[in-house]
Each structure stands twice: as structure tokens, then as C-alpha cells.
């Protein structure tokens, strides 16, 4: 089985400030890996996701995140941070056997707060 | 519009009184999946399903069964709610197929049991 790790369950920056949330993975294996976000009282949605291409992914609202397989990290960052980009930040990994994607399993969530 | 529906979105029940919780997803997707989120533990995932009439425990099983008789559905039925299953509930689904991976969510069942 995976395991996902979010290291830090908050997070602070203030607006304008780099945002940094740390993800680490647990697979030997390349394995697809994705970010979500959560807004409060709303569902996740997808943030941007690895899939064995570009190590460097660029996702929407200026996030982008770097593969790194010898530190088996997935960490996301944005340059300046907006007062809208406070949410709940998810990190997640898929197994994979040969063609065929299996659970997802999630990390346990950053909660990003942004002050003005 | 492709989406994952969940029904109902609000529940308050008591102890013991059987409660089945629908999502039905529009895209044809063979995964699906329910997690419970409480503050504090992120998403647990609870059951997930690889395709109709196949389906596996996630982390957090006790107390809840599902089923997949039909690609579209995938309902969460808890036989005997108790306090401990008050939590924020969602339904997802994807493809198999290794093309995009994304997981897409409905809105979330927030369900209270007394």
C-alpha cells in the first residue's frame, strides 16, 4: 500500500509571499501523483497531477509542483500568494499496475491560511 | 455536464435508523469511491470499486457497506448509524485507464448522526 505525507497540517504566508506545501510519497515505483484543493464548504477539485512526463507541472491558479524521485517528494508551490488561495491543500498518489490505475490514497490535508 | 452527484447533501438521523446515501456519476468511469472527511484526519477513503461487482475496503470499513450492481452508482448504506459516522461524506470517480487519473468529487453528504 502507498502513503502519502503532508508534512505541516497548517500553513501561514502572507499575501505576496511564496507558498511551499510539502508532500512526500512512499512508492518505489513512479507513480502518478496529484494535488487537490479544497475551498471551504465546497468538494475538491484537481489542482494539477504528475503522470510520467514533464517533472516540473504547472497547474491552475498559479501553482505548480516538481517531482523528485530520489527524495520521493512532490511538493507544490505558488510564488505569491493571494488571499484566495486559502483553502485545504491535498496531496495524493495512485497505484498502478501496467496500463491500469488503482486506489488513490490521500495525504491527511494543509490547511493554507493567507493574512493581507 | 459531466458530474458526480450525491444524495442527500444533509442529514440528521438517530442512532440504529438504516440510511443509504446515492452517487451516480454521468461519465462512465469504472472507479469509484467514498471517503469520510473529519477535521483534523484529511479523507479516509471508506470503500472503492474497480468496476461493477467489484468492490474492496478502503481504511475505514466498519459500519458501512456498499455495492456496484450497476456501472453509474455506487451507494453507501450504513446499517446501524452511530455517533462516530458523523462526518462529511464524498463520492468520487474516475477512469481506469492510466490517461488522466483525476479523481472528480461530488458536493459532499454532511451527515449528523444523534
Known sequence: AQSVTQLGSHVSVSEGALVLLRCNYSSSVPPYLFWYVQYPNQGLQLLLKYTSAATLVKGINGFEAEFKKSETSFHLTKPSAHMSDAAEYFCAVSDKKGSTLGRLYFGRGTQLTVWP | ?114
Open chain 2, 1 to 114: 455536464e459531466a458530474q458526480v452527484t450525491q444524495n442527500p447533501r444533509y442529514l440528521i438521523t438517530v442512532t440504529g435508523k438504516k440510511l443509504t446515501v446515492t452517487c451516480s456519476q454521468n461519465m462512465n468511469h469504472e472507479y469509484m469511491s467514498w471517503y469520510r472527511q473529519d477535521p483534523g484526519l484529511g479523507l479516509r477513503q471508506i470503500y472503492y470499486s474497480m468496476n461493477v461487482e467489484v468492490t474492496d475496503k478502503g481504511d475505514v470499513p466498519e459500519g458501512y457497506k456498499v455495492s456496484r450492481k450497476e456501472k453509474r452508482n455506487f451507494p453507501l448504506i450504513l446499517e446501524s448509524p452511530s455517533p462516530n459516522q458523523t462526518s462529511l461524506y464524498f463520492c468520487a470517480s474516475r477512469t481506469t485507464g492510466v490517461g488522466t487519473g483525476e479523481l472528480f468529487f461530488g458536493e459532499g453528504s454532511r451527515l449528523t448522526v444523534l
